[in-house]
């Protein structure tokens, strides 16, 4: 392998390796936003789901004792509905949230319970219990609610032990009525200690990936099932308790058995969005509806001279990220504890879109966010072609409209990413850029995180050293989908898996951390016989240097089940002999990183030394950098 570590080749955006977050898998309510209580404010299409009462069959109490009764709100803005609780006999009375499959407590940690009364009539105090899984309890606190005007009261409850599918229950003191809306339990350590915040141990591995960008907020929950359901951004901002509450495209509605009760209560709505890319220290990309639901199911068109609002709301988020404090939206900003602008860059409009009417409406939005943003940059969508095969379709219309950046997404085998290494070898260098949007290697298609194996890892780097290779037409690249709930996915694999308590990356994860941990600043040109390293051997190589901290950094994928001896000849720069070689590796090539073993497969980190000629040994099935220091 013959490395010239003389000249940049190419320039490695700072966004090559990012991360693509959609709330599928339960990664935002159930997931990343660390509320445990569900359907805490009613909203739910049957909206006492997720919460039992005395007459459900769990329970044998007196079904006479009270009622949670549901009412409207003759004023509401976006928090439709309360519960009034008639108490007849208290001592009769109980209802429990069972949380997101269960609730995740952990001794040693605070949970802040907050909840809003009004009509308070006859009710002294309300008590909340946590039960573990067999009904004891083991941890109590209480409120003593007054007033008729809705009131928020708040407490503690400190947990005697752990456990990983806890729940709620609510009791009262006294006899008559009183409403309630938003019952919340939250951990207080939450990320960056923000209260009601994101779950630390999620959002950590979100962190140490340093992404260079942060997509959101999905996918398919971009466009809808229908455009009525699509995901409208002005409802996620303000008040939590005023946002307003959509069925998940990902609920069983739409596609899994395992979720009727998917919904989204946009607690981490577009706010937290920008606020955890800035985080992050990651570009944000918000992604819009185009004003087309999704084409898989209903394909349901906002005609054209119906696309203002739509159009607007892009004009309109982009005034919210960036704008004035003076500004309308800006002034949203800022009332929400953020006066300095998000400085966003990128916006992407309709998600896996296609045909002429995708056409049709992406140049109303160039147009329009072009004219008042000039220097916004566009991310464009693309969709499957006629045979299946790619999902780069439409690319043609865009080239010729000057589109800036064009979304591609690929499930595949892991022999398709190891055959495609070359994918972007003859792409148009005139064109637009690439956002490699979506992708995972699929292995097979058996259940559950076992997909998320050493075999789909590995030919995942293989292709991702064509990726930096071509880094001067790919721009932006991401893993999908992001996060998956144990109990609660609808797919897979995923990158990160996690229950109510603990959390692990697959395999796929590790690989995504050593690319975008060690991206490095500039391209250098890599040959092995006069010819690029794309699977000759079953070997594939990229190289990069980082000028900013001296580094030449070699990426070696081996995706054979054998070691192979490479001789290393690199040139046109002096280095030091001390090199640091991060590897990840396995015999089997279906190994993979559980809840139970959640470090089957990690990357090992040993210094060596190398000399500008050197043969080295890549174990089978591996990903090797090798950083050298410049001397
Ligand atoms: O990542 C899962 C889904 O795959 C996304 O929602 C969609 O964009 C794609 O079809």
Redesign the pocket.
């Known amino acids: 392998i013959n490395v010239d570590a003389s000249k940049s080749i190419a320039e490695i955006q700072p966004t090559m390796y990012g991360i693509?977050f959609?709330d599928?898998n339960f990664a935002a309510d159930g997931g990343l936003y660390a509320e445990l209580v569900k359907n805490r404010s009613f909203e739910f299409d049957s909206p006492k789901m997720g919460w039992q009462e005395p007459n459900s069959n769990r329970h044998s109490l007196n079904k006479n004792s009270g009622i949670a009764k549901i009412i409207n709100y003759t004023d509401s803005s976006g928090n439709e509905n309360y519960a009034r609780f008639e108490i007849n006999d208290a001592s009769g009375y109980e209802i429990i949230n069972e949380g997101f499959r269960g609730m995740g407590i952990k001794k040693g940690e605070n949970y802040r319970i907050s909840v809003m009364t009004g009509n308070v009539n006859g009710i002294s105090a309300i008590k909340f219990e946590l039960l573990d899984e067999n009904g004891a309890v083991f941890g109590e606190a209480s409120i003593a609610p007054k007033g008729n005007d809705w009131t928020t009261f708040e407490t503690i409850i400190s947990p005697s032990k752990s456990a990983e599918k806890a729940t709620l229950r609510i009791t009262f003191s006294g006899k008559g009525s009183i409403d309630m809306d938003m019952i919340s339990m939250f951990p207080e350590d939450t990320w960056k200690g923000r209260k009601n915040g994101l779950r630390k141990d999620l959002v950590q591995l979100l962190a140490d990936l340093q992404p260079g960008f942060l997509r959101f907020p999905?996918?398919?929950?971009?466009e809808g099932r229908t455009l009525e359901k699509r995901y409208q951004w002005k409802k996620t901002v303000g008040a939590v308790e005023d946002r307003e509450m959509l069925v998940n495209?990902?609920n069983t509605e739409f596609s899994h058995k395992l979720t009727p009760d998917y919904f989204q209560s946009f607690g981490l709505g577009f706010f937290e969005y920008f606020q955890l890319s800035e985080d992050l220290g990651a570009e944000p990309l918000p992604i819009l509806s185009c004003g087309i639901a999704c084409q898989?199911n209903t394909g349901e068109l906002a005609p054209m001279e119906s696309l203002d609002p739509y159009v607007q709301d892009a004009l309109d988020l982009i005034e919210f990220a960036n704008g004035d404090t003076s500004s309308k939206w800006g002034k949203v900003r800022t009332d929400m504890g953020h006066p300095e602008p998000f400085n966003l860059k990128f916006i992407g409009v309709g998600?896996?879109q296609w045909g002429q009417e995708y056409i049709d409406r992406y140049k109303v939005f160039a147009k329009a966010i072009k004219e008042k943003y000039p220097d916004m940059i566009i991310v464009s969508g693309s969709g499957p072609s006629p045979d299946g095969e790619y999902f780069d379709y439409g690319w043609e219309e865009l080239k010729k409209l000057d589109a800036e950046l064009v979304d591609e997404?690929y499930?595949k085998s892991p022999q398709w990413f190891k055959e495609n290494a070359d994918r972007y070898d003859d792409y148009d260098r005139n064109g637009p850029k690439v956002f490699a949007?979506?992708y995972?290697a699929h292995p097979k298609a058996e259940d559950g995180p076992k997909e998320n194996n050493l075999e789909a890892a590995v030919a995942e780097a293989a292709f991702m050293t064509g990726l930096e290779r071509n880094a001067d037409v790919v721009y932006l690249t991401s893993y999908?989908?992001l996060m998956a709930h144990k109990d609660a996915w609808q797919?897979a694999p995923d990158l990160i898996w996690f229950d109510n308590l603990s959390s692990h990356g697959t395999v796929n994860y590790y690989v995504q951390k050593l690319f975008a941990n060690n991206r490095g600043t500039d391209v250098l040109k890599v040959s092995s016989n006069g010819n690029k390293l794309i699977g000759q051997e079953e070997i594939y190589a990229t190289a990069a240097i980082d000028s900013g901290k001296g580094e030449i950094i070699l990426k070696l994928v081996n995706t054979s089940a054998e070691n192979k001896q490479v001789q290393l000849n690199i040139s046109g720069s002096k280095f030091k002999s001390k090199a640091d070689w991060i590897s990840l590796s396995g015999d089997d090539i279906k190994a993979y990183n559980s809840f139970e073993n959640p470090k089957t497969i990690v990357p090992v980190e040993n210094e060596v030394k190398i000399k500008n000629h050197r043969t080295v040994e890549l174990a089978p099935n591996s990903v090797n950098i090798i950083k050298l220091k410049k001397s």
């Open positions: 693509f959609e599928i999905g996918g398919c929950i971009v495209r990902w898989y998600n896996e997404h499930y949007g979506e995972a999908a989908p797919w």
